[in-house]
């Protein structure tokens, strides 16, 4: 069975910064597009940062571009999320998502996706 499994998240203060994990379980997955969704609570989940399979292309979501950093290790089957200058509004639980097909910011596109990790920002 597939596994997505993320980790790093935590409570920190504004201006802070995190860096996610998301590892894979299955080899292939280094050649998947791998994405970072959020859902803060009582909001609808929302992309924050794609990669492509290569990691030769990047998107970010423009409530992050600048601040987060989307990167993968394919070697490690692992993709990670940097996150300085964390704000209040970042809070959310983070997911990361997969697909062998397509990245971009549809989140309903993505076939694989972790059990998420909670990011708490306190201002």
């Known amino acids: 069975q597939v596994q997505l499994v993320e980790s790093g998240g935590g409570l920190v203060q504004a201006g802070d910064s995190l860096r996610l994990s998301c590892a894979a379980s299955k080899r292939s997955f280094s050649s998947y597009a791998r994405a970072w969704f959020r859902q803060a609570p009582g909001k609808e989940r929302e992309f924050v940062a794609a990669?492509?399979?290569?990691?030769?292309?990047?998107d970010y979501a423009d409530s992050v571009k600048g601040r987060f950093t989307i990167s993968r290790d394919n070697a490690k089957n692992t993709v990670y999320l940097q996150m300085n200058s964390l704000k209040s509004e970042d809070t959310a639980v983070y997911y990361c998502?997969?697909?062998?097909?397509?990245?971009?910011?549809?989140?309903?596109?993505?076939?694989?996706w972790g059990q998420g990790t909670q990011v708490t920002v306190s201002s």
């Open positions: 990669i492509s399979w290569s990691g030769g292309s990047t």
């Open positions: 998502a997969a697909d062998s097909t397509y990245w971009g910011r549809a989140g309903h596109e993505y076939d694989y």
